[in-house]
């Protein structure tokens, strides 16, 4: 597989969880009262920020070791298994938030909103570093 492949399997592995994630967080927002938008977008701010330091350095890193791969490689060679293990578990972790009753219509639209966005972010900082080394 060439290697410009490995930016996009992994911006597709971070950014089509992103936009369900972000569907459902606006979806959640249009449920809530309007009285209790304004703090639930304080705590959607929180979440963006947090996750947007969080996978600047992580994609950053990942695209460096995608660079450093031969042209031609497997797409397991995207992520080390520290990355893989962590795709894993984010995954399984929203899998059984769908599944447990109780979780607060309030936690799905911040929490959601914030990170679905940042994970879109990602995707696109590995398709624009893929340009830049």
Do not use: H
């Not at 460096?64 to 293990?85: D, E, M, N, S, V």
Request: charged share 15%; with cysteine.
């Amino acid at each position: 597989m060439n290697r410009n492949c490995l930016y996009y399997i992994a911006a597709a592995l971070w950014g089509i969880p992103g936009v369900i994630i972000t569907i459902k967080g606006i979806s959640a927002y249009l449920t809530m009262p309007s009285r209790k938008l304004w703090w639930l977008l304080l705590i959607t701010i929180f979440v963006m920020v947090s996750f947007f330091l969080m996978f600047r350095k992580i994609v950053d890193r990942y695209s460096t070791r995608i660079a450093t791969q031969p042209q031609k490689t497997t797409f397991w060679q995207a992520f080390p298994l520290r990355g893989w293990i962590l795709i894993v578990c984010m995954s399984c972790l929203g899998i059984a938030l769908k599944f447990i009753d109780g979780i607060p219509a309030e936690f799905t639209a911040s929490f959601y909103s914030g990170l679905g966005p940042m994970l879109v972010f990602a995707a696109c900082r590995f398709i624009s570093n893929r340009k830049q080394i």
